[in-house]
């Protein structure tokens, strides 16, 4: 291409700008992460038609649907999990759109929360429900008085927005509303939903109160942020990195009794395998054969076979 015909070019689509009608609030931004959307592995599981366009349902197995909000940086993936007197709701996302009515269409079962750990992105919608359940720890409770605007507002930022924000949101508003737990749980606690049982296993290592949830019967694992495929964030001040590699191993002893694992960000499926990956991945960090990249900010990461660790 000429640089005569870049200029008409230029000039052709300044004059297209131009006759374009204002720019509306919700621009679908162009960042990387969003381009790159949807995760091609998204094509091969079964969505679940639903009327907000906020949330995409996908049944990830018979009683399970991933909740995944993709439309925002984190993509972060809540799960509702059915069994036939009650549902389980483990984590209730960003809170942006509120979650309750969408859980209200897919069952009419009383539905008890319990959140994978209280990091803001992963509690938004806790105070819409009644029965909320959490490790009674100091962390915990400090969070449950909720995110002011200003701690979570880079969250709501353009870059962070992929598509358009939900009809009334207002993004210089937003927050993580409080909320009160109602119930206490701990490492071994069985929640049985009648068909379905999950048992709680404490993780502590991204968060102090990170936990996973055990259904041994269905051989699933829902881990949280203690795995998903991408960045796993061991950097922010409440990140015990010794604590971490001992979930991992906790978890990765499990991996060969399983047959799905359900992370909390990015995709809603993984292999069990990944768990021995995240292990192997743990012992090489610490035995120094795995080399980092210093990223800006000299932010180490740690990067392995389709997630990487992201340490301070
Ligand atoms: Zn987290």
């Known amino acids: 291409m000429t640089i005569s015909r870049v200029g008409a070019l230029t000039a052709a689509l300044a004059i297209a700008l131009l006759s374009l009608p204002a720019q509306p609030q919700n621009i679908p931004y162009s960042a990387d992460w969003c381009r790159k959307l949807p995760r091609p592995q998204y094509a091969r599981l079964e969505r679940v038609a639903d009327p907000d366009p906020w949330f995409q349902v996908y049944r990830v197995a018979p009683g399970v649907f991933a909740l995944y909000e993709g439309h925002q940086a984190e993509e972060v993936i809540s799960y509702l ?118 048992e709680v296993i404490a993780v502590p290592g991204h968060t102090p109160d990170s936990i996973a949830l055990l259904d041994r019967a269905h051989r699933q694992l829902f881990v949280g942020d203690t795995f998903y495929p991408g960045p796993i964030w061991l950097f922010v001040p409440e990140t015990d990195w010794r604590a971490y590699r001992r979930s ?45 990249v210093i990223l800006p900010g000299g932010r180490r990461e740690y990067r392995f076979h389709g997630f990487s660790l992201l340490l301070r």
């Open 81 to 198: 999990i059915v069994g036939r007197k009650q549902a389980l709701l483990f984590d209730t996302g960003m809170g942006i759109e509120p979650i309750r009515p969408l859980i209200e269409r897919l069952t009419r079962l009383p539905v008890v929360v319990v959140n994978s750990h209280s990091h803001y992105d992963h509690v938004g919608g806790n105070h819409e429900f009644s029965d909320v359940r959490s490790l009674d720890l100091a962390y915990t409770r400090q969070h449950e008085k909720g995110y002011e605007h200003a701690m979570v507002a880079e969250e709501v930022q353009p870059e962070n927005l992929c598509g358009a924000w939900p009809l009334g949101f207002v993004p210089a508003k937003y927050s993580i509303q409080p909320w009160k737990a109602t119930h206490e749980l701990h490492d071994g606690t069985r929640i049985a939903l009648s068909g379905r049982t999950l």
């Open 248 to 292: 991992v191993d906790r978890l990765a002893g499990m991996a060969r009794s399983l047959r799905q694992v359900f992370p909390a960000h990015n995709v809603p499926v993984a292999s069990p395998a990944e768990l021995l990956r995240l292990q192997e991945a743990g012992a090489q960090v610490d035995s120094g054969n795995l080399k980092p």
